[in-house]
């Protein structure tokens, strides 16, 4: 079945860096597009970045754009977000999630999401 | 940005009655774009609706999505208590995403 488990959250310094991961397994992960979708404490849910399933491509939103990075290593599975410049705004549960459709942006929809790791920025 | 209002913020309701959920766009959605999720209390969002009208795999059909251009709905035909949770719209367009501000459907 699949799966999506991330890890690497915790209390981060503002102006600090922080990695997170997602191990992907139960499928292809070569094919599908994924994405991080983050959610602070009480609030909505907001699209942080996508990268395309063969990791050409990478998508931002505009509060995370020049200070997060995407990327992807298809031999490990796993899905990264690196996070720099940190601030107390970006402080939210991160989610990965993985398209619906395999070799698609994921503009149909996100079919499978992890648990989610928590992030604080705070000093 | 394409910018996506849910209402009611929330709608209050007993097990058994219809929900209906609002979102609207203020630039025009390919109907192929728009979705729907679920998020229970502690847990993450659960795709239910695609391309505007197709349920995901193992979603109810009590569950139904309709609209286009700038006006989309979710109709939930006859709340079971596992209903009661946020429920958010989402969108695609030009290589990016936006979510609603969700709206709760809690028990009356």
């Known amino acids: 079945q699949v799966q999506l488990v991330e890890s690497g959250g915790g209390v981060v310094q503002p102006g600090r860096s922080q990695r997170l991961s997602c191990a992907a397994s139960?499928?292809?992960?070569?094919?599908?597009?994924m994405h991080w979708v983050r959610q602070a404490p009480g609030k909505g849910l907001e699209w942080v970045t996508t990268?395309?399933?063969?990791?050409?491509?990478?998508y931002y939103g505009d509060s995370v754009k020049g200070r997060f990075t995407i990327s992807r290593d298809t031999s490990k599975n796993t899905l990264f977000l690196q996070m720099d410049s940190l601030r107390p705004e970006d402080t939210a549960i991160y989610y990965c999630?993985?398209?619906?459709?395999?070799?698609?942006?994921?503009?149909?929809?996100?079919?499978?999401w992890g648990q989610g790791t928590l992030v604080t920025v705070s000093s | 940005e394409n910018v996506l209002t849910q209402s009611p913020g929330t709608l209050s309701l007993s097990p058994g009655e219809r929900a209906t959920l609002s979102c609207r766009a203020s630039?025009?959605?390919?109907?192929?774009?728009l979705s729907w999720y679920q998020q229970r209390p502690g847990q993450p969002p659960r795709l239910l609706i695609y391309?505007?009208?197709n349920r995901a795999a193992g979603v109810p059909e009590r569950f139904s999505g309709r609209g286009s251009g700038t006006d989309f709905t979710l109709t939930i035909s006859r709340l079971e208590p596992e209903d009661f949770a946020v429920y958010y719209c989402?969108?695609?367009?030009?290589?990016?995403?936006?979510f609603g501000q969700g709206t709760k459907v809690e028990f009356k």
């Open positions: 999630a993985r398209s619906r459709v395999s070799f698609s942006k994921g503009e149909v929809g996100f079919d499978y």
């Open positions: 391309g505007s009208s």
């Open positions: 139960g499928f292809v992960f070569s094919s599908y597009s």
């Open positions: 989402q969108q695609y367009g030009k290589t990016s995403w936006t």
């Open positions: 990268i395309s399933y063969d990791g050409n491509s990478q």
């Open positions: 630039q025009s959605v390919s109907t192929a774009y």
